[in-house]
């Protein structure tokens, strides 16, 4: 909270307005480019929603085991998929091939950016 206050970095409204945007389609999971976004929409959304994060984690092995949020693919049966899309804190070569692989196997029906953050709202095709 003291954070919060003094960082706007962590203020979180950013966050927050992402979560009412994935709230259209709450079946859909969401895939995410970065940890900072996974750990904190999984949060904000409280188990409502499937959170996976589709590129590695770059905390250590031992850490990932015990808060979560190890690597996993879309699964082939997903139709809808809500995708957060940001360039931090990542390795930007596997990044690059994550996203054409998301955008090889779906098509955008809808767009929104939020600040840094690009939110696409996917169809399998």
């Known amino acids: 909270a003291a954070i919060q206050i003094t960082n706007p970095f962590f203020a979180g409204t ?3 307005e992402i979560e009412e945007i ?3 389609d709450q079946i859909a999971p969401i895939a995410h480019t ?8 999984n949060y904000y959304t409280r188990g409502k929603q499937e959170n996976i994060l589709i590129t590695q984690n770059p905390l250590s092995p031992q850490t990932v085991k015990f808060i979560g949020g190890q690597k996993e693919e879309v699964g082939s049966k997903t139709k809808k998929l809500w995708l957060i899309d ?3 804190w990542g390795d930007q070569e596997e990044y690059q091939a994550t996203i054409e692989n998301i955008f090889k196997d779906f098509v955008t029906e809808k767009s929104f950016k939020v600040n840094s953050f ?6 399998r095709r």
């Not at 970065?34 to 929409?41: A, E, G």
């Not at 690009?118 to 169809?123: A, D, E, M, Q, R």
């Open 14 to 16: 950013k966050l927050a």
């Open 34 to 41: 970065s940890t900072f976004t996974f750990y904190s929409l």
């Open 118 to 123: 690009s939110v696409f709202y996917l169809t």
């Open 86 to 88: 940001t360039k931090k």
């Open 22 to 24: 994935v709230k259209q």
